[in-house]
């Protein structure tokens, strides 16, 4: 149910041309994409990923010792944004990285696009730039191996299939 | 035997088998719980796995390496001066490679591979290195990028490349390790599941077991007991007709008893003829009131049978309740005076003058009251009050108190009051006589109609008995003219009759019953000559003893209803019999007999139920009942009643008188025996019509003297003691020569004229 009224209203929303970027792009949507900005790709610099509605909360996860605090956009509206339509994503990190998410799974749950940890900008060292992050305190059942995996960090490339 | 089973079945410990249950129900609870232990345990073991995350270390360790591998790669193109320096794909490299190793200092790695030898050392290889890179590398580089600088610091990098390696196999292997010990642990979980599980199984039997075990104890215990109901029934029903034996057996034994009685009695009559000394008389009279006192025993004890057995059914009629106490008065009077004692009998001016009541009964209780009373008091007074009250149920109950001021009696005495046999004092009882029966037939009767009889006492300040009724009241108001019992009048009617009697004693008096009533009497002996006397001749009707030989009457009623001639199978038929069970009465009319006459015959009933066949024929002559005269002459002589004489010769010849006079002094003896008969069969109803006959006749021919004693018969009928109105009996018996003597002073008879010789 909340899925289907989330798609009816990502659907719904007005076909708006992305901009292009003006800085660095740090992240690809590829794939069946309807509102590319360059060639048949959606690039985004940081700035358009800050500039969507940002999201936070913090976390546990096996990646740090304490809960951490995460903020950035929904990955659901970084998709909107780029007009993706698909069954499958796939991310990829700056390691080549690689792992599929179903199409549903940012519309169940409220993965963010983390820009920031713990309000500070995040260093490729710092798992950076971006981050794909599970809402895992909010809900137990994402505490898996499953939901860790599909937690691509150093993300560079989203593939919608 | 089978009590014996009964029992033992019926008695296994029931505390062993309840507790069994509980055994197997304790362990059964005690299973679940482990069950739920080790779910519970697994459960953390299976959390734990996911929280801890151990499962993903091998794969960062992996990635760490891999990203070395990659950077190592990145920095010797570096390092290669014949390719230009790609300076940002060097840090991207160098930065991913970072962050890897970074994840090395994790704390769930550390939990994993903290132990493994050389991993605080290679830990602090990468960090040296990190730092000495960071220089020209790191956010704020503090020398310049160039070939130098990384070619110095590639050994360090290279140097890396075995001891990250060492760590991503220890990884593995640990991780390896771990998942084969969480599997021994999750083996052991389920093998203690199944353990469990078969442990459960088992106690799920056996608790099966148990309850099916005790379900199959239940059937047979219902079994049994359902046998010993059954067995219970059949005792009852055995116990009911033992005690349906013992009625009958008791109503053929006072048949049996009384037959002889005719005997004893008619002998003792007859001896009382003969010329006897005074001494001979006397002995004379004490075998009569003996013999008396006997019936009066045997007619309680039938009384209380018949109670006892829910034979008696009151007949309910309107009642003069006053004429009534002024009956029982009259009565007691005599008794209470003879001690000397006062009695006074006071109703209440709110009881109504008219109740519904059966009017003997209740004239049984109050005598059987009023006589104990007058029984057990030597001096004072005994007093009856009657009065009305409201009842407990809110019904108005009539309620009659007996007082007097005798002996009383202790609580002991009181509690066995009602008892059977018992009496009040056994010292005293030898000397009054009694069954004992009498209270008990009173209450029972008192409960019969609603009430009840309630005493209480204390020694030497007499007693107080009270009986208590429902109260119920005529709804029309009866008219006061009672109903006279028609006396023995010669019908119009002429009847063939045939008693079938096996009793010589019982034919002559049929024979002389018919003979007065107008009809020609024949006689068969038994129920087979009766039969075939039916066939010989016509019969208007049958009279038909029950108890004969050969063939009975039930049986001959049988086989007249059986023969083939219709005008002969439809004679009509009458019972005779001394027992007045209503089912003796039911098995004569089964068997066909129109109609049922209990003995003694009275020249009433047999009218009565002749006419019911035959229909009146003419009007039965109905005798004039005289008021009794005043003038009686001379001092108290009551014998004769000159006045009465007077009026009957006005009516008659004086010839006719003395035919008249002669007849019934004739008949005396026969009207005698016929009394006494009426005491024997405890009949008083016959008793009170014959002496009410008797009284009439007497009356209308003038003799005063056995008209006043037949009254007195009429009325003490049904509640003198035996012996009292044997008494009277023989005081009738004896009033018979001299009314003869004074009929002869007088003129009427003459003195040649003998008295006929009687049968």
Same mark, same amino acid.
């Given at each position: ?7 009816v209203?990502?659907?719904a929303?007005?076909?708006r041309?992305?901009e292009?970027?003006r800085?660095?792009v740090?992240?690809?949507v590829?794939?069946?994409v ?29 990646w ?7 903020t950035?956009?929904?990955l ?12 499958l994503?796939r ?6 990285y ?13 993965v ?17 730039p ?8 909010a ?12 937690s691509?960090w150093q ?7 | 035997?089978?009590?014996a089973?009964?029992? +033992? ?5 029931p505390?062993?088998?309840?507790s069994?249950?509980?055994?197997v129900?304790?362990?059964?609870a ?11 345990r697994q ?10 995350g ?5 794969p ?7 990203e070395?591998?990659l950077l190592?790669?990145q ?29 090395? +200092? ?22 040296d290195?990190?730092?000495t ?5 790191? *956010? ?5 990028l160039?070939?130098g600088?990384l ?12 001891p990250?390696?060492?760590?991503s ?7 390896? !390790? ?10 052991q ?20 077991? $148990?309850?099916?075990?005790q379900?199959r104890?239940?059937?047979e ?10 067995n219970?029934?059949?005792?009852r ?15 053929n ?6 037959? *002889?009685f005719h ?22 009279r ?11 025993i ?6 209380m ?11 309910? !009629?309107p ?12 009565l007691?009077? *005599? ?28 004239k @049984? ?12 008091t ?9 009065? $009305?009250?409201?009842?407990g149920?809110?019904?108005?109950e ?10 009383g ?6 509690? @066995? ?36 009889i309630l ?24 008219p006061? !003219? ?23 004693v ?6 002389a ?16 000559d009766?039969?075939?006397?039916l066939?010989?001749?016509?019969y208007?009707v ?15 009623? @049988?086989?007249?209803?059986?023969? /083939?001639?219709?005008?002969l ?10 027992d ?8 004569c ?5 129109n ?7 009275? *020249? ?7 006419r ?8 039965a ?5 005289? /008021?009794?005269?005043?003038?009686v ?23 006719k ?11 005396? /003896?026969?009207t ?9 069969d ?6 009170r019509?014959n002496?009410?006959?008797?009284k009439?006749?007497?009356?209308n021919?003038?003799?005063a003297?056995?008209a006043?004693?037949?009254e007195?018969?009429?009325e ?7 012996h ?9 018996e004896n009033?018979?020569?001299?009314t003869?003597e ?12 003998? /008295?006929?010789?009687?049968?």
């Open positions: 149910m909340q899925a289907g009224s989330a798609l209203l990502a659907a929303l007005p076909a041309a992305l292009r970027p800085g660095t740090v992240l690809t590829s794939g069946r309807r509102m590319p900005n360059d060639g048949a790709d959606a690039h985004f610099d940081m700035a358009m990923i800050a500039a969507l509605p940002q999201t936070s909360f913090s976390t546990h996860t096996p740090y010792a304490k809960a951490r605090r995460f950035g956009p929904l659901r509206d970084v998709l909107g944004a780029a007009g993706a339509q698909g069954t994503i991310l990829t990190a700056l390691n080549d690689k792992v599929d998410m179903p199409y549903d799974d940012p519309q169940r749950h409220d963010i696009v983390a820009r920031l940890l713990d309000d500070q900008p995040m260093a490729v060292r710092d798992k950076g971006l981050f794909v992050i599970y809402p895992f305190d809900r137990p059942e994402l505490r898996g191996a499953v939901y860790y995996s599909r691509a993300l560079r490339t989203i593939d919608v299939l | 035997m089978a009590a089973d009964d029992r +033992r079945a019926l008695t296994p410990a505390r062993l088998r309840f069994w249950l509980g055994l129900g304790f362990g059964l005690l299973a679940l719980l482990a069950v739920a232990l080790v779910q519970a459960f953390a073991l299976l959390r734990q796995a996911v929280q801890t151990d499962d993903y270390v091998v960062m360790v992996y990635q760490a390496e891999t070395q591998l190592r790669e920095w010797r193109r570096a390092v290669d001066d014949r390719v230009p320096l790609d300076e940002a794909a060097l840090r991207l490299r160098y930065e991913i490679w970072v962050s890897r190793v970074e994840l090395l +200092r994790g704390a769930s790695t550390l939990r994993l591979i903290a132990s493994h030898s050389g991993y605080q050392q290679t830990l602090q290889q990468i960090e290195f990190i730092q890179a960071d220089r020209a590398l790191g *956010p704020t580089p503090v020398v310049a160039e070939r600088f070619g110095a610091l590639l050994p360090d990098l290279e140097a890396l490349t075995s990250m390696h060492e760590l196999l220890g990884a593995s292997h640990k991780v390896a !390790a771990q998942m084969e010990e969480r599997a021994a642990a999750v083996r979980q389920n093998l203690l599941g199944v353990g469990l599980t078969v442990f459960l199984s088992l106690l799920t039997l056996a608790f099966a077991f $148990t309850a099916l075990r379900v104890q239940l059937r215990r219902r079994v049994v007991l359902e046998e010993l109901a059954a219970l029934r059949i005792a029903r055995e116990a009911e007709a033992a005690s349906e034996a013992k009625s009958a057996f008791l109503a034994m006072s048949h049996e008893i009384r037959t *002889p005997g004893l009695m008619g002998m003792l009559s007859l001896l009382r003829e003969t010329a006897l000394t005074p001494r001979q008389i006397d002995y004379l004490t075998a009569t009131e003996s013999a008396d006192h006997l019936l009066a045997l007619n309680d004890i039938l009384d049978s018949q109670l006892e057995s829910g034979r008696v059914a009151l007949a309910m !009629a009642v003069d309740l006053r004429a009534l106490l002024r009956e029982v008065e009259a007691m009077r *005599p008794q209470a005076a003879a001690k000397p004692l006062a009695l006074h009998i006071d109703a209440d001016a709110a009881v109504p003058e008219r109740i519904v009541a059966d009017a003997t009964r209740l @049984q209780i109050i005598f059987n009251l009023l006589s104990n009373a007058i029984k057990f030597d001096r004072g007074a005994v007093v009856l009050d009657v009065r $009305t009250r409201e009842g149920a809110g019904e108005r009539i309620v009659f108190e007996v007082t007097d001021t005798g002996v009696m202790d609580e002991a005495t009181l509690a @066995q009051l009602f008892k059977r046999f018992v009496q009040g004092d056994n010292s005293r009882s030898r000397r009054h006589g009694g069954t004992g029966l009498g209270l008990e037939i009173s209450r029972s009767l008192a409960r019969l109609m609603g009430g009840d005493a209480r006492s204390r020694p030497g300040e007499g007693s107080c008995f009270t009986f208590r009724m429902p109260l119920r009241l005529p709804e029309v108001p009866a006061g !003219a009672a109903t006279k019992v028609p006396a023995g009048a010669p019908q119009a009617l002429h009847l063939q009759v045939l008693v079938a009697e096996d009793h010589p019982n034919r002559q008096y049929m024979a019953l018919l003979e007065t009533l107008g009809h020609e009497a024949h006689f068969s002996v038994n129920g087979e009766a039969v075939q006397a066939q010989k001749r016509r208007d049958v009279l038909m003893d029950l108890h004969m030989p050969v063939l009975d009457g039930v049986q001959a009623t @049988q086989a007249i209803r059986a023969l /083939p001639d219709a005008s199978a439809t004679v009509p038929i009458v019972a005779l019999t001394a007045a069970f209503a089912e003796t009465r039911e098995r009319l089964l068997a066909g007999m109609d049922f006459l209990s003995k003694p015959v009275s *020249p009433q009933k047999l009218a009565a139920t002749l019911r066949l035959f229909g009146t024929g003419a009007p002559a109905v005798p004039d009942v005289l /008021p009794p005269r005043q003038g002459r001379g001092n108290g002589h009551a014998l004769v009643d000159e006045s009465a004489i007077a009026t009957a010769l006005q009516a008659m010849s004086r010839e008188l003395a035919s008249l006079v002669q007849a019934f002094l004739d008949q005396a /003896p026969e005698v025996q016929r009394l006494r008969a009426a005491v024997r405890a009949q008083p109803l016959e008793l019509t002496a009410h006959a008797a009439g006749a007497a009356l021919l003038g003799m003297g056995l006043a004693t037949a007195a018969l009429h003490g009928a049904a509640y003198l003691p035996a009292e109105v044997a008494r009277l009996v023989q005081r009738y009033q018979l020569p001299a003869r004074a009929m002869i002073e007088l003129g009427v008879l003459q003195r040649t004229m003998q /008295p006929a010789v009687t049968g």
